[in-house]
């Protein structure tokens, strides 16, 4: 843990599988005991930063033969220099290289990196989503996009008057930045019930939707904002460019991820309609 928190060690979390992203409990990545080690076997996918990760934490199969597909899944960390493990990366449409496939050939790991029980490794994941959940709200990064916002479309101008004056902008901009206050609140909540001791629970899910709604509401207020200027990709050589709308078009692209990402939001509402109001 110390050199996770010195920045010394950094990880990835390896969960997902080509076919098995929300139906999570399908995974097929095996691990089979051998002595003092298990031999994992398997691909996972969209695995952020693994090109630079030190370790993985990796939910694998160590019994397929359970009824239940939840009850024969372990929790491994796996140094990323083993032999047998490559990445290959993915690109996304904005032409960034965040995520990436992780293959398993045969890759020994020693029995001392299982956490919590063997074939228990579900309840850790669903710990840790809880706190994944719990970051992706992302409401200081909201709020610093939000003042961008504003400061963009005071400077844009529609009929000869600054945008932000205009009062159909005006409404959409401030519905925005209600929604933010009240996720910001909710959030404390959610925060303070951790200071008392309890970890985040179903409910952090609704967290999750709206502040990845929230994200993609600014960066399309930004797009309407920036109107043309935010078609180019790239500034041209010589002309008046305004380098901070020109990356608008590749951002929005970008951000189509955050409703898929840490579960996506479909399968949050599936969570709050399941767990947290019993329906
Ligand atoms: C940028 C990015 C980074 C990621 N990073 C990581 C990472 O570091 N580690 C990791 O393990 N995973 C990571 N993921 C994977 C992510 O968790 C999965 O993409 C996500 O869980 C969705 O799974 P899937 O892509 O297989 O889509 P699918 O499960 O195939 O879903 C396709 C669509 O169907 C909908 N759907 C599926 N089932 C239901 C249902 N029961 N009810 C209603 N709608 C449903 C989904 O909402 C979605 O819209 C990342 C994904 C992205 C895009």
Redesign the pocket.
């Known amino acids: 843990l110390p050199r996770i928190y010195q920045g010394e060690d950094f990880w ?13 409990a399908s995974l097929k990545t095996r691990a089979v005991r051998q002595g003092d080690h298990y031999v994992v076997t398997g691909q ?7 090109h630079f990760a030190d370790w993985i934490f990796c ?1 694998v199969r160590t019994d397929a033969s359970r009824d239940k597909r939840q009850e024969g899944i372990s929790f491994l960390l796996i140094d990323m220099r083993s032999p047998g493990i490559t990445v290959r990366p993915i690109i ?1 449409m904005d032409g960034g290289h ?2 990436n496939e992780v293959f398993f050939d045969d890759v020994a790991v020693p029995v001392e990196n299982l956490v919590h029980e063997e074939h228990k490794g579900w309840t850790v994941a669903k710990y840790l989503l809880g706190y994944e959940r719990m970051g992706t709200g992302r409401v200081g990064q909201s709020k610093r996009e939000l003042a961008t916002l504003k400061a963009l479309a005071a400077r844009q101008l529609k009929d000869g008057q600054p945008l932000i004056e205009d009062p159909r902008f005006r409404d959409r901009l401030t519905r925005v930045e209600v929604e933010l206050m009240a996720l910001e609140i909710t959030n404390l909540r959610f925060l303070d019930q951790l200071r008392g001791g309890r970890p985040p629970g179903a409910e952090v899910s609704l967290l999750k939707i709206k502040g990845t709604e929230i994200q993609q509401a600014i960066g399309e207020l930004m797009m309407q904002a920036a109107g043309p200027f935010a078609q180019a990709f790239r500034p041209v050589d010589n002309m008046d460019f305004d380098h901070f709308t020109a990356r608008l078009a590749a951002r929005y692209c ?1 951000m ?12 949050q ?2 969570i709050i309609a399941k767990a947290t109001l019993g329906l």
């Open positions: 990835c979390q390896g969960y997902s599988e080509p076919g098995s992203g929300s139906d999570l996972k996918i969209w695995t952020t930063q693994a939910l996304l965040d995520v970008n189509r991820k955050v409703t898929i990402y840490a579960g996506s939001n479909e399968i509402r599936n």
